[in-house]
């Protein structure tokens, strides 16, 4: 008993360095940012001599612009990591056989990833430039009309969207790949024998074999595709008209604008409760099929 | 006495040894022509000077941190005129006055339009004027002079072709442009390369709309009065402009992108800063260089904009900062900045026979200065350009009456001055 | 007709020749092991038969049917594998059915079949199992039932006990055994344990380099090896370097004993002992006649159960001999003693053959 007391106790003093560290970098500002949250904390007036409650949430939910940034965010982000999802999964499954120049393609897969938000909107505002873009170019030479890439509020955000999924699939399609890599051979030998076709083996061997892989890439981006906001700040500062005013965007402004740290934060706190949602009913999805026998 | 001054020279050079000032400047070209000539102030005072070069986008959101914490990374500021209010109002910077009287720096060669808006906050000197971005008018000298075009106005208009008085002319202009100058040339020339984008960029457009028509942002008493008939009245043109006579796309256009339209000989004209002017007439940079004009906002008042020195209160080295402000906004440093192409705020500069030489427009520019009106500084200036921007690309891409959108503009326009407390 | 043969088989990966002329033919109802060192290239030849890997050259027959271009889920096997490769997501029942759902077979029929395989491999009660709930022989008899669901013609091992602990691995190789001759499957079953090829074979192929070194009764293989290989691979021996003399006396430093079973006749030489073929004691009188007879010193004694082993040192090289735990009568280290054997036993080699 003493001894396993002890043992407790020399973990407890490992673990306490990162804890003060984790302590010190996430919960420390958290803490703050919520009690900023019911507090009249201006960057003007630095102070936490006015108490609000939670005035600052209801002024962010009768705001209907707020409303309008969540539903986009709630768009883009389903939409964002559905599509990466798909096409990475394929992209991987492609990649994932022995084919030539991997190395080619793995470094191609990279360049963008690699690559800064800022540089990538810049790149493709260019690309996108109605007049001077080279993708109107080749549209025009295929006999397409130029399409109004950024300046069509529908449009924008199916730029936007697909601007992001250009830079940011690499890093699914990495992901998922190095978790099909480590898969093991001999379940899919097994089905093969047993006659599976590469549907089934697909449905029945790789995607199960692949859950912890797929929960972590989709959670993951998900989280990111929530912060999103360098892109479009660079590619429509949110518009045309509020088109494309992403929630992370939406706090951003409230906090270098209107200088309103107080009800910045009360809006990262809501957008932080949908994130956790999200992510919740994620693994939830995902793992449903293990709780059965448990 | 000549000892003396040595012996005070030398000592000065000894007392600020050492020491160096920490910058953050924006990645524009008057930067830069600062930059290169910072060695003679090292040379002459002992203080090094060390820039922290970003993109605009990056500034605010480094230099409020900064501001707020007991010691500022920054010992001297370069502000933007959206910040002129906001700065002062949150304490964040040291008055000139006392430095301006023991050394007696001579501030009466500023333009008053710059000292007002970069130099006084609230009646007092926060700011030394550094660069100005007032806007006016760029359009192809080419085009205006080209015969058929000009037989064309005529006929349809009954007077000549001349450089617009007015808004409304201003955009019918723009649209002849774009119709006929098209027609013509057999591509498409658009009559106005406008930069709509939300946010700063569509609001510093349609400033030049609103103040010559008679409009502006908040009444003498801090009313917001966008709605108000001139309001309404350069939205409603603003947006013919964005319909009949923009590149598509001009929904998303910053700066760049429209100077991008600009400098590849597809647009008419440009409403934006007088210093674009040398940007489009060089060659390297542009395929209409020889053939571009400057002129006041149609309508006379354009949007003034420009930068200030100022000293963060919580500097640690204002004394040095000063004697960089001093250095650098010398008569000597000042031509010098203005003959390699920098925006000159005195008019002494204006008007150097050297200056005016290399840059024959600069007289032009500065009555265009003198003239042109900034964006209500007040704490919330950040804001209700976001406000602004907003509500006008709403009405832009029609998700609401110009009427409506500006409405609400005012509404909250008028919730940021009672919070500034300057709306009773 | 036989139930699998293989006919000069050649397969290489890359620059290293896996298989090199294999050549087997399989009885209907045969058990036969290949075994050999990693590398041999016996799970090459098994894989081969399976159908995951494309012969160079070499045809493959089974029962009859000419099988290199037809895919592995029509050649009719049944494959269980070294590491279980059940499918984690699904149940144990789900596992063994699933064949039979992927041919769409009507649901009560596959319950019948599961339930039977089930009992076959003493599983029952366990179907709704996860793999992860299993013990690692519970996940391989699920394995077994899995590879036996089609009723495969023939079954292939790869190694399918050597993840196992020695106590389970030895059950189950009984039982894997048992399971066979009920069934009356044609099994190909790879290991590099001697001890399994042993006990469960009915045929052993012995393998090196890509090359079959023999094939025979795991009788043959042991008292007959046909070189020193098998003979180091298989079992346990000692091995002498000397000289032949008229294909009769075998001349290790300086003793000469008289051998009958030699593939030399005169030159250098290398004598296999197996340790049960020596005996020993501790006075020369009690040595049979026309024995050979050597001289050493207790170096080991080790106590393996049923046998006791002695390592003797008899001119700086040691010798194993092995007897019985019940004939043992108290050796120790450090005791003088006597080895002999007689002349009908060791088996001589010519020095050439290596024996690694």
């Known amino acids: 008993m003493s001894l396993r007391r002890r043992e407790r106790l020399t973990g407890w003093v490992f673990a306490l360095p990162s804890l003060i560290t984790l302590g010190a970098v996430i919960a420390v500002p958290l803490g703050f940012s919520l009690s900023v949250s019911f507090f009249a904390y201006t960057f003007i007036n630095p102070s936490f001599s006015v108490f609000l409650g939670f005035e600052n949430y209801m002024n962010a939910f009768s705001d209907p612009y707020f409303w309008n940034s969540l539903w986009v965010t709630l768009k883009f982000v389903v939409l964002v990591v559905s599509i990466e999802f798909t096409l990475g999964f394929i992209v991987a499954l492609m990649l994932n056989r022995d084919i030539r120049f991997k190395g080619v393609y793995y470094t191609i897969l990279t360049m963008p990833m690699v690559m800064s938000p800022v540089a990538v909107g810049l790149i493709w505002k260019m690309l996108l430039h109605p007049d001077l873009g080279v993708l109107n170019y080749f549209l025009g030479l295929i006999g397409i009309e130029p399409i109004n890439w950024l300046g069509d509020p529908t449009m924008a955000f199916w730029s936007v969207l697909m601007v992001d999924v250009w830079q940011q699939i690499s890093f699914m399609i990495l992901l998922l790949l190095a978790g099909l890599v480590s898969l093991p051979k001999e379940p899919f030998e097994a089905a093969t024998i047993d006659g599976a ?98 | 006495m000549r000892y003396l001054v040595l012996a005070i020279l030398i000592l000065s050079t000894a007392l600020y040894a050492g020491v160096t000032l920490h910058v953050l400047m924006e990645d524009v070209p008057e930067t830069h022509i600062i930059k290169e000539l910072l060695p003679d102030f090292e040379k002459k005072t002992g203080i090094k ?76 000197l926060y700011m030394i004027p550094m660069y100005n971005y007032a806007m006016g008018l760029i359009y192809r000298t080419d085009l205006m002079n080209d015969p058929d075009l000009r037989a064309k106005w005529k006929e349809l208009y009954g007077y000549d072709m001349r450089i617009p008085t007015s808004v409304e002319e201003y955009v019918k202009l723009a649209e002849f442009m774009q119709k006929y100058a098209s027609e013509k040339y057999g591509q498409k020339i658009y009559g106005s390369a406008m930069q709509a984008q939300r946010g700063d960029p569509i609001v510093m457009e349609w400033s030049n709309y609103l103040f010559s028509l008679g409009g502006d942002y908040y009444d003498e008493k801090w009313r917001a009065r966008v709605n108000d008939e001139a309001g309404v009245k350069s939205a409603e043109l603003y947006i013919r402009a964005l319909k009949n006579a923009a590149p598509p796309g001009a929904l998303s256009f910053n700066l760049d992108d429209a100077f991008r339209v600009m400098s590849q000989g597809k647009a008419f004209s440009m409403i934006t800063y007088n210093w674009m002017l040398a940007q489009l007439n060089d060659p390297s940079k542009s395929k209409v260089a020889g053939k571009v004009g400057l002129a006041p906002m149609p309508g006379g008042i354009g949007l003034n ?120 | 007709m036989k139930a699998l043969v293989v006919k000069d088989l050649h397969k290489s990966f890359g620059n290293v020749r896996a298989v090199v002329g294999f050549t087997l033919e399989m009885e209907e109802g045969e058990f036969v092991t290949l075994l050999g060192p990693s590398g041999c290239g016996k799970t090459t030849v098994l894989r081969t038969v399976a159908g995951f890997e494309k012969a160079d050259k070499g045809e493959i027959y089974i029962f009859g049917k000419l099988s290199n271009d037809i895919p592995p889920e029509k050649r009719d096997v049944g494959m269980v594998f070294q590491n279980y490769a059940l499918f984690p997501n699904m149940t144990v029942a789900q596992n063994i059915a699933f064949s039979m759902m992927i041919r769409k077979e009507p649901q009560d029929k596959i319950k019948k079949r599961v339930g039977e395989l089930l009992e076959l491999v003493q599983l029952s009660g366990l179907e709704n199992r996860y793999p992860h709930q299993l013990s690692g022989g519970q996940m391989q008899r699920v394995a077994l039932a899995r590879a036996l669901a089609k009723n495969p013609k023939i079954l292939l091992l790869d190694e399918p006990l050597s993840a196992l602990d020695a106590k389970v691995r030895q059950q189950l190789r009984g039982e894997i055994r048992k399971l066979q001759m009920k069934l009356g499957i044609t099994t190909l079953f790879v290991t ?68 009958r079973k030699s593939k030399v006749k005169n030159g250098k030489a290398l004598m296999v002992l197996r340790p049960t073929h020596l005996k020993m004691v501790k006075d020369e009188e009690n040595v049979p006649d026309g024995s050979n007879v050597m001289k050493g010193r207790v170096s080991l004694v080790t106590f393996l159960g049923s046998v006791v082993r002695v390592h003797v040192m008899i001119k700086e090289e040691e010798i194993l001999v092995e007897m019985p735990s019940e004939d043992f009568w108290g050796f120790k280290e450090g005791d003088e003693v006597i080895v002999y054997f007689s002349p009908d036993f060791p088996l001589v080699f010519p020095k050439e053959q290596n024996i690694q």
């Open chain 1, 197 to 294: 076709s590469e549907f089934q083996k697909l449905f029945y061997i790789t995607i199960p074999l692949m859950k912890p892989v797929i929960l972590a890439a989709v959670v993951i981006r998900t989280i990111f595709a929530f912060r999103t906001y360098d892109l479009i700040y660079v590619l429509t500062r949110g518009g045309p008209g509020v088109s494309t005013d992403v929630l992370s965007y939406f706090i951003y402004r409230k906090t270098f604008m209107g200088l309103n740290l107080a009800e910045a934060a009360a809006t990262s706190y809501v957008l932080l409760g949908v994130v956790l949602l999200l992510v919740v009913f994620m693994f939830k999805i995902i793992t449903s099929e293990r709780k059965v026998v448990g």
């Open chain 2, 305 to 424: 904009g420009g930068w200030g020195w100022a000293i963060p209160k919580n500097s640690q080295h204002k004394e040095e900062a000063w004697e960089f402000i001093k250095w650098v906004e010398s008569f000597e440093i000042a031509k010098k900045r203005a003959l390699m192409g920098g925006a000159p705020t005195r008019f002494d500069i204006f008007t150097d026979e050297d200056v005016v030489k290399k840059y024959p427009w600069y007289p032009k520019v500065m009555w265009l200065v003198m003239y042109a009106k900034p964006v209500p500084e007040f704490q919330y200036s950040t804001q209700m350009i976001e406000v602004v921007g907003r509500e006008l690309s709403l009405a832009a891409t029609g998700k609401k009456s110009v009427k409506k959108a500006l409405d609400d503009a005012a509404k909250e326009l008028n919730k940021l001055a009672k919070m500034a407390g300057l709306q009773k």
């Open chain 2, 49 to 124: 000077v060390e820039f922290e070069i970003v993109q605009y986008c990056d500034m605010h959101a480094k230099l409020v941190p900064q501001l707020m914490s007991p010691n500022c990374q920054y010992d001297l500021l370069e502000v933007d005129n959206y910040w002129a209010g906001e700065f002062p109002a949150a304490g964040w910077l040291e008055p000139l006055e006392k430095y301006v009287e023991r050394d007696k720096f001579d501030i009466s060669v500023y333009l008053p339009s710059m000292l007002k808006m970069v130099g006084y906050y609230n009646g007092r």
């Open chain 3, 192 to 259: 590099h344990d001697q001890e399994e090829a042993l006990t469960m074979s009915d045929r052993i192929v012995v393998m090196k380099d890509g090359v079959i070194q023999q094939i025979g009764s795991p009788r043959q293989i042991y008292d007959d090896p046909i070189n020193p290989f098998v003979a180091h691979f298989v079992g346990t021996s000692s091995f002498l370097e000397g000289e032949m003399l008229d294909g009769k006396i075998f001349i290790w430093k300086d003793e000469r004993f008289e051998v």
